[in-house]
């Protein structure tokens, strides 16, 4: 018999990984024998085996406790997918540390904002992603409890710092003489092992409170479910600081034995060309990633044959695309699954036997352990019929960071989590999300939440009030438009020109203050948004405004 995770049974969809562990610094220690020869990281000239990987774990664990790092304290990580950033993040939890992930598209605010919440004492980031000074990006901000910068790389000359730095070699010097053993002994099951913070309809980032056996026991049966192996190689284009990244990424390798290669950003050319020199078997993405390889022309000159997994949600999934994976880009399996950070990620997954009408029109059933069901306003289940999504199980965060108010609307007191997505379950329990309650859309993969931007744009002088909702768009799935009046002095009632030059100006300054995903696309000056008899702006009238196509919309050039 053929055996999966832990050597359970391949086909065991819930192996209880956390029951074979405990604890991430633990599963660390036995993926070293399990799989001592085989490569478990490959980045650049990185390259080490699971036996390597421990040693190196431990040493980054060494550095942290040197520079202060108590059990329990959060570490900021604002940096791109790389082999640093997997090998501080295991060593933060070998010393009994929590990982605070930030979104490496934040601008300085953004990414303060969640390290002042989370009370981060160190923050671990770079220099040159992408051209950025990420350190210089925070200079301005108050952050009281932020102690230390620690630069995992440095490509280009820094500017002001919010807090002391110190590169690499100096912070792994540091813990030369550390002994972490009995840190990585006294990390518990349920001890805190992340806090992944999501925006909501308040428009203010919670923390979603993860442990290690959540984490754990969700991603042992990710990687069951998915069919991930020893020996597989994991192209890992979703970034890290996302549980599709980090959990489905890096744990899940750990746990199966399968080979982490890290990608910064997608790049069809260089992710072909990794794929062929790395003979890449695993490549998890949002559709946006497939069909971009579908349609480079250049893809024939690339040998793509090795690709055999693909893992995709998080939008819409035409059945088309499904066929086209499988018949075009060669993969022999294709699944889509759903979830949310504040259920660790996990909610519901297709199943290797599902067809492609199934994996293409659902988002499959409830992992097992896990409750799902869709109910009216009352709370009455309503089966066949759209629904709001509410989840209960193992996979339910235990709360947001230090926001007890938040945490009683998302959790009822039966222990249900109310996702806010609108769905529909058929009678084999498959996962079909219609609608969404908090407005949220997906722009290439990325989670955008309007209430977070509009309370952004109503900084601008000139907006009076923003609406934002997610439109059709053939590249990235969906994008925003913001709706908005503009103030006093600054009307939508003169010229054309005068018009269009405010929203371009209200565009362009909008790419300085917030991530790159989360900017409008488009912009429609009104002179009123419409809303309901309670002034609850009718989101739904705006989207079909905007695909009447009858509303002047003002774009500018992605260039600019």
Known sequence: MSTGIGGAPADQEDPRADLIWGTVPSLVEDAAVRHATTEALVDGDVRLTFAQLAP???RYARGFVAAGLQPGGRVGFWAPNCAEWMLAALGVLRAGGVVVPLNTRFKGGEAAYILRNAGATLLATVRGFLGFDYPAMLASEELASLAKVLLLRDEVVGGGTPAPIVGLDEFLAGGRTVDTSARATA?????????????????????AVSTHAQSLRTFGTWSSIVGLGAGDRYLIVNPFFHT??????ILACLMAGATVVPEPVFDAAAVMRRIE???????PGPPTLYQTLLTDPEREKHDLSSLRLGVTGAAVVPVELVHAMSDELGFATVLTAYGLTE????????RRSDPPGIVAGTSGRAIPGLEVRAVADGGATVPGEPGEIVVRGYTVMS??????EATAEAIDGDG???????????VDGNVTITDRVKDMYVVGGFNAYPAEIEAILRQHDAVAQAAVVGVPDERMGEVGCAYIVPAAGNGSGGTEAAADELGRAILSWSRGVM?????????????ALPVNASGKVLKRELRDRHASGTDRVVTIERSE
């Open 515 to 527: 991530a790159n995903y989360k900017v409008p696309r488009s912009v429609v000056l009104v002179d």
């Open 56 to 58: 190196e774990v431990d």
């Open 244 to 249: 599709f990244g980090y959990k489905a990424g």
């Open 187 to 207: 990390v518990r099951p349920d001890d805190l092992s992340d806090l992944i913070f999501t925006s909501g309809t308040t428009g203010h980032p919670k923390g």
């Open 399 to 404: 709360g947001y960071w230090g926001n007890e």
């Open 277 to 283: 020199a790395e003979r890449i078997t695993v490549l």
């Open 343 to 350: 259920s660790c990620g996990t909610v519901s997954m297709c």
């Open 416 to 426: 249900w989590l109310h996702t806010g997505d609108i769905g529909v379950l058929d």
